[in-house]
């Protein structure tokens, strides 16, 4: 393994969650080779050091970014690879590259499902890029894209089977905005990201349809009960603490911020908007739409009982009345 002081760092998305990491990486002067295929955007990065999408005021310094749209010249001669664009766009991004991850750290920012695959991200390149678990990492917590863009304290988690691998990821990230602690669980704390996206629904759609904080507060405790009660089922490990930044931080985080696109999501679903109509005004990915699918089959499959996911995936995918199916909703919970 490599020692953080010599980490050569890729970031592949350009989107504001890729804009903020390479903030990160490069306040901590780290040089970045970042794939940003927008023609526009990468030009921007190159003149002025601004991504003009995404996060606009959020000055990167310009001697430490090599923007390229040429996946292979970025991923080359990295040690470490930060995946951070939307699950939806993950398999485009990568379908041309040649290089090889195996002998990579590969960073997974992506706190979202592959599409139809149904695969989590670490699943994903374990399995089709061959990347060993012991060089996976993932990156998560309570971390609005914004604020991290702006130096504002966050507190992330980095987890990885081997305990070498998160150290090394959190050298690369750590400072004194960007706080990391440690986690083996893997696929829990994935697990859990994808989760909160889901549950920023359903509290989106219940504040478009004007319920109160009282009920916003028993409905998150739901949430945060039927998380605990799936990860349990789907991927136990001993000494997992529900109550930690990954878990219940970045799902309090998700669930009560206006800056957060799922519960807008659900806003507008709330307010009456059609799902079509609702996901043609968002103007960045909201991932908790893909995961709803795959919460839902996967519960299913396990026979574990999840209304408030159920009812966010009526709503998605079975044309149910979000009026309708959060009033049934309400009956249920206590």
Same mark, same amino acid.
């Given at each position: 393994?490599?020692?953080?002081?010599?980490?050569?760092?890729?970031?592949?998305?350009?989107? $504001? &969650?890729?804009?903020?990491?390479?903030?990160? =990486?490069?306040?901590?002067?780290?040089?970045?080779?970042?794939?940003?295929?927008?023609?526009?955007?990468?030009?921007?990065?190159?003149?002025?050091?601004?991504?003009?999408?995404?996060?606009? &005021?959020?000055?990167?310094?310009?001697?430490?970014?090599?923007? $390229?749209?040429?996946?292979?010249? !970025? #991923?080359?001669?990295?040690? @470490?690879?930060?995946?951070?664009?939307?699950?939806?766009?993950?398999?485009?991004?990568?379908?041309?590259?040649?290089?090889?991850?195996?002998?990579?750290?590969? @960073?997974?920012?992506?706190?979202?499902?592959?599409?139809?695959?149904?695969?989590?991200?670490?699943?994903?390149?374990?399995?089709?890029?061959? #990347?060993?678990? $012991?060089?996976?990492? !993932?990156?998560?917590?309570?971390?609005?894209?914004?604020?991290?863009?702006?130096?504002?304290? $966050?507190?992330?988690?980095?987890?990885?089977?081997?305990?070498?691998?998160?150290?090394?990821?959190?050298?690369?990230?750590?400072?004194?905005?960007?706080?990391?602690?440690?986690?083996?669980?893997?696929?829990?704390?994935?697990?859990? +990201?994808?989760?909160?996206?889901?549950?920023?629904?359903?509290?989106?759609?219940?504040?478009?349809?004007?319920?109160?904080?009282?009920?916003?507060?028993?409905?998150?405790?739901?949430?945060?009960?039927?998380?605990?009660?799936?990860?349990?089922? +789907?991927?136990?490990?001993?000494?997992?603490?529900?109550?930690?930044?990954?878990?219940?931080?970045?799902? =309090?985080?998700?669930?009560?911020?206006?800056?957060?696109?799922?519960?807008?999501?659900?806003?507008?679903?709330?307010?009456?908007?059609? @799902?079509?109509?609702?996901?043609?005004?968002?103007?960045?990915?909201?991932?908790?739409?893909?995961?709803?699918?795959?919460?839902?089959?996967?519960?299913?499959?396990?026979?574990?009982?999840?209304?408030?996911?159920?009812?966010? &995936?009526?709503?998605?995918?079975?044309?149910?009345?979000?009026?309708?199916?959060?009033?049934?909703?309400?009956?249920?919970?206590?």
């Amino acid at each position: 393994m490599i020692p953080d002081t010599q980490a050569k760092c890729a970031v592949l998305g350009y989107g $504001s &969650w890729a804009t903020a990491i390479v903030k990160t =990486l490069t306040t901590n002067h780290h040089h970045v080779d970042w794939l940003v295929l927008n023609d526009d955007i990468r030009a921007s990065l190159i003149a002025r050091g601004r991504n003009p999408k995404y996060l606009p &005021w959020c000055d990167i310094d310009r001697e430490y970014i090599t923007p $390229s749209a040429d996946i292979n010249e !970025v #991923v080359r001669n990295a040690n @470490v690879v930060f995946l951070a664009m939307p699950s939806a766009f993950l398999t485009k991004f990568l379908a041309p590259l040649t290089e090889s991850l195996s002998d990579k750290i590969v @960073v997974s920012a992506v706190k979202g499902i592959i599409p139809g695959d149904y695969l989590t991200i670490v699943e994903h390149m374990n399995r089709y890029y061959d #990347v060993p678990m $012991s060089n996976i990492s !993932v990156v998560t917590g309570p971390s609005h894209a914004e604020e991290v863009g702006q130096c504002r304290l $966050s507190y992330l988690t980095v987890a990885s089977e081997d305990s070498n691998t998160a150290k090394i990821v959190e050298g690369v990230l750590a400072n004194d905005f960007f706080r990391c602690s440690l986690s083996h669980d893997v696929l829990g704390v994935e697990a859990a +990201a994808i989760m909160k996206n889901v549950y920023a629904l359903a509290v989106g759609i219940a504040v478009g349809l004007r319920y109160g904080d009282n009920f916003l507060a028993v409905l998150i405790s739901g949430c945060a009960n039927e998380m605990n009660r799936f990860l349990n089922e +789907a991927v136990p490990i001993e000494g997992r603490n529900i109550n930690a930044a990954a878990y219940m931080g970045d799902l =309090l985080v998700t669930c009560y911020s206006p800056l957060s696109r799922n519960r807008r999501l659900g806003t507008l679903l709330g307010k009456g908007c059609s @799902v079509k109509s609702a996901l043609n005004e968002m103007t960045m990915v909201a991932e908790g739409y893909y995961a709803a699918e795959c919460i839902r089959r996967s519960s299913m499959r396990r026979s574990v009982e999840m209304p408030i996911a159920d009812m966010v &995936w009526e709503v998605l995918y079975n044309n149910a009345s979000a009026r309708d199916a959060m009033l049934a909703l309400t009956k249920i919970l206590k």
